[in-house]
């Protein structure tokens, strides 16, 4: 099916794409087991690498709990039959992530990198943000997944991160992937529908362009430092040289980030479902 092809109800406004029809996420259940034996450094055998990966990590569970809270609110008042459907499968999956990396954490925990320091914080951070309108905290919502899409098919997808990660912890983020990106249109879908103001979404966006690296990157710093890496000079090259260098994941991605703030933008303005076809084929198994 083409992103041509759209229901009546979702399709309906002027906007150049929408969300194709029948793109219901699917709510998976999957149980990841962390073996021992994974090597410490289990991105590239890279320590910048794994403890970005363990800092977003850490905000999964308190992050996820939010979005979930926030499109619920707006649950009753969406009469759309397949939207409302959308919003359960968003919710469903968005669950299981939070409980997969929970399990993840707690894994990582254990082997010394204080992630349970950083999820309390952010949960702290959190707890600020549900201050805010439900419009507001819903527009942060959609911002985030714009972020969460894009990490998951111009970064995590489309290189070979996978693979060079220990095959025993690349099915999770190719999992998480997967359905961030089915799932990415979700909120944002809502958001319309209850007439959400654009500058709320505009500014929220620039709210969190801020803060998500900032809060990271301390994180990934604080965690390098409690690891005694702070200074291992060649990881922090090898690093930045590829999310800004080459293959410059980080800088690639920055066109479909300023799209956000186009005032036609939809997240499916990019139809990654090929690559995520693939994705699923190669990391899902049966599960897909
Ligand atoms: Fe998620
Ligand atoms: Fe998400």
């Known amino acids: 099916m083409t992103a041509a092809a759209l ?6 406004s002027a906007r150049k794409a929408a969300t194709p029809a ?4 699917v709510v998976r259940r999957p149980d990841f087991g962390f073996n021992a034996d994974v090597a410490q450094w289990w991105w590239d055998n890279d320590p910048l ?5 363990a800092a977003l990590s850490s905000s999964f569970p308190p992050g996820e709990r939010f979005f979930i809270d926030s499109v619920r609110h707006y649950q009753p008042q969406i009469t759309d039959p397949e939207l409302q459907k959308a919003i359960r499968g968003f919710i469903g999956q968005e669950a299981h992530h939070s409980r997969e990396h929970e399990a993840l954490n707690g894994f990582l925990q254990n082997r010394g990198i ?3 320091r ?3 914080e952010i949960a702290g951070f959190m707890n600020l943000l549900r201050k805010l309108s439900p419009e507001r905290q819903l527009a942060h919502t959609v911002a985030v997944e714009h972020f969460t899409a894009l990490m998951a098919e111009e970064f995590l997808l489309k290189y070979d991160v996978l693979d060079k990660m220990d095959p025993r912890m690349a099915p999770i983020w190719a999992w998480h992937a997967i359905e961030e990106s089915e ?3 979700v909120a944002f879908d809502v958001y319309k529908a209850i007439g959400g103001s654009e500058f709320t979404r505009v500014t929220e966006m620039m709210a969190v362009s801020v803060l998500f690296p900032l809060f990271t ?4 710093y604080q965690l390098m430092k409690e690891a005694g890496e702070h200074r291992n000079w060649r990881s922090w090259a090898k690093g930045i040289d590829f999310m800004w260098g080459r293959p410059g994941v980080f800088r690639k991605l920055l066109p479909s980030y300023f799209k956000f703030y186009a005032p036609n933008f939809h997240p499916w303005d990019h139809d990654a479902r090929a690559l995520v076809e693939k994705a699923k084929k190669k990391w899902l198994g049966g599960l897909a």
């Not at 029948?22 to 996420?25: L, Q, R, T, V």
């Not at 690498?49 to 990966?53: C, G, P």
């Open 183 to 185: 799932h990415k249109a």
């Open 217 to 220: 990157s301390i994180h990934v």
């Open 7 to 12: 229901t009546p109800s979702r399709a309906k």
């Open 49 to 53: 690498k794994t403890l970005l990966l």
């Open 114 to 116: 204080n992630l349970a």
């Open 22 to 25: 029948g793109m219901i996420p």
């Open 118 to 120: 950083l999820e309390k």
